[in-house]
T-cell receptor
């Protein structure tokens, strides 16, 4: 069975500080992993994805994530938070690319 | 290219009624997926249609159904509405199935069941 756990439903950081959003997964097969962002009253937008190859994945808006198989983790980071980063972030896993399992989301607040 | 559009954006229904939601994918996209988003459960996969055929289905009761038309537009129907069906329903399209194809999400339809 596939599942995704996002630790911390709410995270607050100061503007300019490191952003770290945590994601752990369980999967019966080698997973493919995704991070999405959702701004208010909008749909989800893909930030980055890991399918195969390099375990450090760079995405849009300065975000990156590292796939750590031994820790079953795919944490999202950004070195310096910007006010525009305030949004809801979702981690997702897909065993086949045809069905996606999402975490419950982490709401990021950026404090000026 | 226009993005994924969903209609209506907001809907209020009462228990026992049925509702139909519509999704128009990005032009040229043949795959449409539906998700239910609630604060406690996050996003849960409902089903995916590709070329008018349901290819994948999530763990939802039979009250939730869908279909896809030849122009790739999709509709989702929920019959005998329950209070717990109140949620944001998101539609996502992609050109084909498979990992290399990014899903593009619409803004959602917010359904409130009273």
């Amino acid at each position: 069975a596939q599942s995704v756990t996002q630790l911390g439903s709410h995270v607050s950081v100061s503007e300019g500080a490191l952003v770290l959003l945590r994601c752990n997964y369980s999967s019966s097969v080698p997973p493919y992993l995704f991070w999405y962002v959702q701004y208010p009253n909008q749909g989800l937008q893909l930030l980055l994805k890991y399918t195969t190859g390099a375990t450090l994945v760079k995405g849009i808006n300065g975000f990156e994530a590292e796939f750590k198989k031994s820790e079953t983790s795919f944490h999202l980071t950004k070195p310096s938070a910007h006010m525009s980063d305030a949004a809801e972030y979702f981690c997702a896993v897909s065993p086949t690319g045809n069905q996606f399992y999402f975490g419950t989301g982490t709401s990021l607040t950026v404090i000026p | 290219k226009a993005g994924v559009t969903q209609t209506p954006r907001y809907l209020i229904k009462t228990r026992g009624q049925q509702v139909t939601l519509s999704c128009s994918p990005i032009s040229g996209h043949r795959s449409v997926s539906w998700y239910q988003q609630t604060p406690g459960q996050g996003l849960q996969f409902l089903f995916e249609y590709f070329s008018e055929t349901q290819r994948n289905k999530g763990n939802f009761p039979g009250r939730f159904s869908g279909r896809q038309f030849s122009n790739s537009r999709s509709e989702m129907n929920v019959s005998t509405l329950e209070l717990g069906d109140s949620a944001l329903y998101l539609c996502a399209s992609r050109s084909h199935q498979g990992l290399e194809e990014t899903q593009y999400f619409g803004p959602g339809t917010r359904l409130l069941v009273l």
